[in-house]
């Protein structure tokens, strides 16, 4: 079955420092994986996805991921981290019924 | 595009009260779900349906009822509530393919509190 796993359920950086949120998962299907958004009292929004092609997909707001088969991981990265960057982040798997399953989520915490 | 629209956004019940959560997208999307959010364990699907007249449990269904009577709407029936069911929910669409694999759209959420 597949499955994903977040480690850290809250991540603190200061802003300008780099972001690193972790996602690995499990899948026995080529896995199509997901990062999703969600600001303070507002529903989640697609940050970005990887479907098939290139490993490094790009998203909105700086935001990047890595696909790597071997570590079965896809982290998801910002390079900077700005103050409107604080929110929780959802990484998911879309499973062999197309279901979407879903790790616990990271608190990102900016301080200034 | 209005997208996907979920009313009311806050409401609070007494146990054994029920009422419906109202979710509509403007999107022509076949798949429509429901998922509840508690802190602490992600989103856990409650129901979801693939198309008109068609729906199906997700890993919560205890509790909660819905319909598919067309493509727009996506009402979540509580039964009757209980606690345990103070939770945010969120009703989510996409298309169903080989290319998009479910990449759902999300409505703002509803903040039920059950008394």
């Known amino acids: 079955a597949q499955s994903v796993t977040q480690l850290g359920s809250h991540v603190s950086v200061s802003e300008g420092a780099l972001v690193l949120l972790r996602c690995n998962y499990s899948s026995s299907v080529p896995p199509y994986l997901f990062w999703y958004v969600q600001y303070p009292n507002q529903g989640l929004q697609l940050l970005l996805k990887?479907?098939?092609?290139a490993t490094l997909v790009k998203g909105i707001n700086g935001f990047e991921a890595e696909f790597k088969k071997s570590e079965t991981s896809f982290h998801l990265t910002k390079p900077s981290a700005h103050m409107s960057d604080a929110a929780e982040y959802f990484c998911?798997?879309?499973?062999?019924?197309?279901?979407?399953?879903w790790g616990a989520g990271t608190k990102l915490i900016i301080k200034p | 595009n209005a997208g996907v629209t979920q009313t009311p956004k806050f409401q609070v019940l007494k146990t054994g009260q029920s009422m419906t959560l109202q979710c509509a997208q403007d999107?022509?999307?076949?798949?429509m779900s429901w998922y509840r959010q508690d802190p602490g364990m992600g989103l856990r699907l409650i129901h979801y349906s693939v198309g008109a007249g068609i729906t199906d449990q997700g890993e919560v269904p205890n509790g909660y009822n819905v319909s598919r009577s067309t493509t727009e709407d996506f009402p979540l029936r509580l039964l009757s509530a209980a606690p345990s069911q103070t939770s945010v929910y969120f009703c989510a669409s996409s298309f169903i393919s080989s290319t998009s694999r479910n990449e759902q759209f999300f409505g703002p959420g509803t903040r039920l509190t059950v008394l």
């Open positions: 998911a798997v879309s499973d062999s019924n197309y279901q979407l399953i």
């Open positions: 999107m022509n999307h076949e798949y």
């Open positions: 990887y479907t098939t092609g």
